[in-house]
């Protein structure tokens, strides 16, 4: 699944399209069989940003919003790429990254995040180390589209399986 929405993004991106509102809810299932085709919905906050351009309007939810967001700088499509971040993130824990208790936005800017042991002993390590590149502060350091599509983690083909924790529930794809 998250090959799929790498792959969408890609020709996104490759058409100056940064989606800017990525979260679990935006990605759809086009059937119940394993490994169903993904596509990307709800472009309302989509805008055309240059690969060396950048944009400066709020957009998004907060949640899945990279730090230069929050911060008023100017985003390119690596924004979309901390969004993909948030949602390995959740799919494999069911959780968000940041403490939901304390500001949020604070959390975001400085990449506060954490891994519990529970679940995340059972996850592996090549799993962390992707959502770690792609919540990186700093956009510069961000893994792009295609690093992130050569990441061992999505080498396994085809995935052993995947949870998506949508409104309270897991599904397995």
Sequence with gaps: MVTQILVALRNLHFKNIVHCDLKPEN???????PFPQVK???FGFARIIGE???RRS???TPAYLAPEVLRSKG???SLDMWSVGVIVY??????????EDEDINDQIQNAAFMYPPNPWKEISSEAI???NNLLQVKMRKRFSVDKSLSHPWLQVNPPAFFAVFMMGEYFFV
């Design 129 to 131: 180390d992707l959502i």
């Design 40 to 42: 990307l919905c709800d």
């Design 58 to 60: 709020v957009v998004g």
């Design 52 to 54: 060396k351009s950048f």
């Design 75 to 77: 985003y390119n499509r």
């Design 90 to 99: 959740v799919s494999l824990s069911g959780t968000f990254p940041f403490n």
């Design 27 to 33: 990605v759809l299932l086009a059937s119940a069989e």
